[in-house]
């Protein structure tokens, strides 16, 4: 399954409200909940925390990817968030981050998430394309953008 497939304006917020790490998280977790693709928000965030706590999933440039392996998804779940003032996520550059891909997958599929990081790697190599992100003002927007880059 390509990241693009899972791409629609119900996964994405645009802007987050959150300021800090936890709070981008229960936040992205919460917009999963609302579009029916979770049904355990407290499990999915201790499993999100618990891959946290092993190494910030922030990563350069602004981009954030926190993901987790729980049994709380049957299938590679994402949602969207963008954050144009930037959130403290621990990143490995120390910068803050704005473009957030929260991914959960079940523990017996390594293969799609393994692709999924692989493509948000390859999209957001592009600094043009991170600032088109940033600057769209809604989850269509978004997800029009995400879906025409591939």
């Given at each position: 399954?390509?990241?693009?497939?899972?791409?629609?304006?119900?996964?994405?917020?645009?802007?987050?409200?959150?300021?800090?790490?936890q709070?981008v998280?229960?936040?992205?977790?919460?917009?999963?909940?609302?579009?029916?693709?979770?049904?355990?928000?407290?499990?999915?965030?201790?499993?999100?925390?618990?891959?946290?706590?092993?190494g910030?999933?922030?990563?350069?440039?602004?981009?954030?990817?926190?993901?987790?392996k729980?049994?709380?998804?049957?299938?590679?779940?994402?949602?969207?968030?963008?954050?144009?003032?930037?959130?403290?996520?621990?990143?490995?550059?120390?910068?803050?981050?704005?473009l957030?891909?929260?991914?959960?997958?079940?523990?017996?599929?390594?293969?799609?998430?393994?692709?999924?990081?692989?493509?948000?790697?390859?999209?957001?190599q592009?600094?043009?394309?991170?600032?088109?992100?940033?600057?769209a003002?809604?989850?269509?927007?978004?997800?029009?953008?995400?879906?025409?880059?591939?």
């Amino acid at each position: 399954m390509a990241l693009v497939d899972l791409v629609k304006p119900e996964i994405i917020k645009v802007p987050l409200e959150s300021k800090s790490k936890q709070a981008v998280i229960r936040e992205l977790l919460q917009v999963l909940v609302d579009a029916g693709k979770l049904n355990d928000f407290d499990a999915a965030y201790d499993a999100l925390l618990a891959r946290e706590a092993k190494g910030s999933t922030g990563l350069e440039a602004g981009i954030a990817v926190p993901h987790a392996k729980t049994d709380t998804v049957s299938t590679l779940t994402l949602a969207i968030g963008i954050a144009p003032e930037g959130i403290d996520f621990r990143a490995l550059d120390g910068n803050p981050s704005n473009l957030f891909f929260l991914m959960l997958a079940p523990p017996n599929q390594s293969g799609p998430h393994i692709e999924a990081l692989s493509e948000i790697a390859r999209i957001t190599q592009s600094k043009t394309f991170c600032k088109m992100l940033l600057r769209a003002q809604s989850p269509e927007e978004v997800a029009e953008l995400l879906t025409e880059e591939d």
